[in-house]
């Protein structure tokens, strides 16, 4: 499951990068408009709103907090938009219990409007949980489909089964696995089991599963893979796997690459991959590459079915933005868009225990397609 080292880390980033819920739009004359549509944290709101948002098709917005609310244990909200001025509601606050806390991550939508997400374990305080809220004449019913619960994000397919990162696992460092509705209940099917510290298949998933179009799972760990002294200190430093499933329902777990495999590779990726309609697939790693400061690499599969990997981008200064995480998003003319960090210095493999807070701001960077790529 997720170690104290990495969110450690991934709250103190919360806590310095995110703050308001924000909206762009591309106006017809190819500029950009920036507005803010809901500040947080003011009396029983939510604060610190933790990944993306959720669309749907009436173009209201949902997501999460992983603070704030009546007992500071995080909300779900939705935004509505009416004439230009938007509206927040809490659809559900978390209280210390049960029900889990501090949610983290994606949210999903089914096609029955219903909403996925996830809770990290809170100290012993609240346990991790894969919750469901459906929508209900007298609001929003909360539910636990899963404990110990999902962490990193969900995705759904077709039939509304539910993917993602959940369960202990058979060594207790997590597994990938499907939960499947039906007429009694929710089954829980684990489809891969992530070994221990070191191990050289992944260790500790932090990001969403994408697919593809013919049904296959890919996604990242932000440590194991190659060690020392390929990669600096101890934990290893990430890999790039793909799901693939077969006929009799059992997946096949590959590892298509392993980070710091040469000097200038990236390292830690700490967000999920993004595949194109050849096959292709695109992430970011937070260190590494020519500079330190982090990469976004290209992952394409060869004639024999193995993995090559391109560095497309190596971030030159982190005074002007480096350490990349989240999802990359491709435009009609497939250009690549994405976040990164700006701060007064990268830290060495052991920033994750010594994150200083107050240093960091999120940028949006552009990486252009390029024939000599």
Not at 39 to 48: E, K, R, V, Y
Request: aromatic share 12%; proline share 6%; with cysteine.
């Amino acid at each position: 499951m997720r170690s104290s080292l990495s969110t450690t880390l991934t709250a103190r980033v919360i806590a310095l990068t995110l703050a308001v819920a924000i909206f762009w739009a591309i106006s017809a004359s190819g500029g950009s408009k920036y507005r803010v549509l809901h500040d947080f944290g003011s009396g029983a709101d939510g604060s610190l709103p933790s990944g993306p948002l959720t669309l749907d098709k009436q173009g209201n917005l949902y997501g999460a907090t992983y603070g704030g609310g009546p007992q500071n244990d995080g909300t779900v909200f939705e935004l509505v938009g009416t004439g230009g001025k938007w509206t927040e509601k809490i659809l559900y606050s978390f209280p210390v219990g049960s029900d889990g806390a501090t949610p983290f991550g994606n949210l999903v939508m089914d096609v029955g409007g219903n909403l996925y997400g996830d809770t990290p374990q809170d100290g012993g305080f609240a346990p991790s949980t894969l919750f469901e809220l459906s929508p209900g004449s007298k609001g929003w019913n909360h539910a636990v489909l899963y404990e110990p619960g999902s962490y990193g994000g969900l995705v759904l397919d077709r039939s509304g089964d539910i993917y993602g990162f959940m369960g202990l696992g058979d060594s207790g460092a997590g597994a990938i696995a499907v939960l499947s509705p039906g007429s009694k209940g929710w089954t829980y099917t684990q489809l891969y089991s992530f070994c221990s510290a070191g191990c050289p298949d992944g260790v500790e998933p932090d990001a969403p599963l994408s697919w593809d179009a013919q049904g296959n799972l890919y996604g990242t760990t932000l440590f194991g893979g190659n060690g020392s002294p390929k990669c600096p200190g101890n934990l290893g430093c990430g890999v790039a796997f793909q799901m693939t499933p077969n006929s009799d329902g059992t997946w096949n777990y590959h590892v298509m690459h392993r980070f710091a495999n040469f000097p200038t590779d990236g390292q830690y990726p700490d967000g999920g991959l993004l595949v194109d309609r050849t096959g292709n697939v695109y992430g970011t790693t937070t260190h590494g590459g020519k500079f330190g400061n982090g990469t976004v690499f290209r992952l394409a599969e060869s004639a024999d079915g193995h993995w090559k990997q391109a560095v497309l981008y190596a971030f030159p200064s982190i005074q002007l933005g480096g350490a990349p995480g989240g999802n990359l998003v491709f435009d009609q003319a497939g250009n690549l868009y994405g976040t990164a960090r700006r701060r007064e210095s990268l830290l060495p493999a052991d920033l994750w225990s010594d994150f200083q807070a107050g240093a960091s701001e999120e940028w949006q960077v552009g990486i252009q397609r390029s024939t000599q790529v």
